[in-house]
């Protein structure tokens, strides 16, 4: 399969993105942002929302402090499960994911979170999530010269958004 000109540009804008979003003057404010969660902790009580905000906290670290993404992921990855929580499962499993791409782990361990994490999407129906798993497919196939998969991947998380009307903002997010 050849790349047309239209495949050549969602590549290289994605990429572009993919490569603007990981600045390291903006540590700071990643800090206080994973900071001002971790303070969340202490006042929640509901499981689930623990749960969720674990994830968010994992997410936070995601650019500064990769091991803490892991450390709160998985404490994420074990409340969801004992919690039966999908959704929950579904973003401890999309973090961990993050974290071995981060980490430069092989190409099957980090697919094999981001499946998992897309399967649970698809289960819960959630579209973004689809669509940004897809993405973040998209992105290891790259990694591993798998260009034409890559593209359609990519291609495949614009046609979700797209397909399920999500605004034009998060269409250009991925």
Do not use: C, W
Request: glycine share 2%; no cysteine; net charge negative.
């Amino acid at each position: 399969m050849q790349f047309n000109s239209t495949q050549k540009y969602i590549f290289l804008l994605l990429l572009l993105v993919y490569s603007s979003l990981n600045s390291p003057i903006l540590a700071q404010n990643f800090t206080t942002v994973s900071d001002s969660l971790i303070n969340l902790l202490a006042q929640q009580e509901d499981p689930t929302a623990r749960i969720d905000l674990y994830n968010d906290i994992a997410y936070s670290f995601r650019r500064h402090q990769p091991d803490s993404l892991l450390l709160y992921a998985t404490i994420a990855l074990e409340e969801a499960e004992q919690q039966q929580y999908k959704k929950g499962l579904m973003i401890a499993h999309k973090n961990i994911g993050i974290y071995r791409f981060k980490q430069s782990f092989p190409a099957d361990s980090i697919l094999q979170a981001y499946e998992t994490a897309a399967s649970y999407a698809e289960r819960i129906n959630d579209v973004y999530q689809r669509a940004a798993l897809a993405n973040n497919i998209g992105l290891v196939k790259n990694t591993q010269n798998k260009l034409n998969e890559a593209t359609g991947y990519f291609l495949e998380a614009i046609n979700i958004l797209r397909d399920n009307n999500h605004p034009p903002t998060r269409l250009e997010g991925l």
